[in-house]
């Protein structure tokens, strides 16, 4: 199955999260404000993940990922949504 859109995460922790399932995480945060601002339109899925169609690396930037950084800091939400994936 090929992705059309790309998933974003609530919160840096979330992200560190499922990126854990794929190796070691890398985590970009979003200008989502920005985006909306220049006319990108994000959708929310049934199970609470945010898509977008694409992100272009002028709303990107690289975080630092801290290693307390863990599923512990998820919302019940959240775990829920990433559950059902």
């Not at 499922?18 to 994000?42: I, L, N, W």
Request: hydrophobic letters at 35%; glycine letters at 4%.
């Amino acid at each position: 199955m090929q992705t059309q859109h790309v998933h974003l995460s609530a919160s840096p922790e979330t992200a560190v999260t499922v990126g854990k399932r794929h190796g070691t995480p890398v985590v970009y945060v979003v200008d989502a404000e920005a985006m909306c601002q220049s006319g990108h339109v994000f959708y929310c899925s049934e199970n609470g993940v945010w898509l977008v169609q694409a992100v272009p690396a002028e709303y990107l930037k690289r975080m630092e990922v801290q290693e307390d950084m863990c599923s512990d800091h998820i919302t019940t939400k959240e775990k829920s949504a990433l559950s059902r994936r």
